[in-house]
């Protein structure tokens, strides 16, 4: 079945330096959402890519679809503690709805 | 007011107990979910009702059982509770249906321990 591959489990950084995490399926995708989750708390939606080659900013995040449709990446320029947490990809084909495993970010100050 | 909100916060059972979680949403949205997040925190979606109709039904044991008595609610009932079903237990909800790229919100969690 479908998968959508996460890159790397874990990612630990000092506060200030930059953070990628990355998603990869060997199909095309028609879409991609990102998920960010705080310990101890719920999944929240950050952002949806739907074209080819798109890239959209959230002041420090930066997401952007691969010109293929089968990745994605998160970057974010100089961490701060408030951006710890369990970042996920998602994606949505009819019923299939699919996760990534996730990348979890810690940061020390 | 709560957008997603999840009745028990936690759950501490036996093995062999029959619990249920219940879901509601006041987004007026039409599709409800059930995820669960394992130790590990890989998301799997379980369930999903579009307006009371089950649309998704994915591989789970039959003694999950959800039910929706009306758009607003989903309740997801397990019976002879198993130490693997431990776990957190999201609800979520999206405007429309999967597939359409509606963004999903979810709810608090419940977090079921099986002892």
């Known amino acids: 079945g479908q998968q959508v591959m996460q890159i790397p489990q874990y990612q630990h950084v000092q506060e200030g330096e930059d953070f990628t995490t990355y998603c990869n399926s060997s199909t095309t995708l028609s879409n991609i959402q990102w998920y960010k989750q705080r310990p101890g708390g719920h999944p929240v939606f950050l952002i949806q890519l739907v074209k080819s080659g798109e890239v959209k900013k959230q002041k420090r995040l930066t997401f952007q679809f691969g010109e293929a449709k089968k990745n994605s990446s998160l970057h974010i320029t100089a961490t701060q503690t408030t951006d710890v947490g369990t970042y996920f990809c998602f994606n949505q084909a009819g019923t299939a709805l699919i996760f990534g495993k996730g990348t979890t970010l810690s940061v020390s100050s | 007011d709560t957008a997603v909100s999840q009745t028990p916060k936690y759950l501490v059972t036996q093995m062999g107990n029959d619990k249920s979680i219940k879901c509601e949403q006041n987004?007026?949205?039409?599709?409800m979910y059930w995820y669960k997040q394992d130790s590990k925190k890989f998301l799997k979606i379980m369930f999903s009702?579009?307006?009371?109709?089950?649309?998704i039904n994915e591989t789970v044991p039959n003694r999950f059982s959800p039910k929706s008595p009306d758009k607003a609610h989903l309740n997801l009932h397990i019976n002879s509770l198993e130490l693997g079903d431990s776990a957190v237990y999201f609800c979520a909800s999206s405007l429309n249906l999967p597939g359409d790229s509606y963004e999903q919100y979810f709810g608090p969690g419940t977090r079921l321990t099986v002892t």
């Open positions: 987004l007026g949205h039409d599709t």
């Open positions: 009702y579009n307006n009371k109709e089950l649309i």
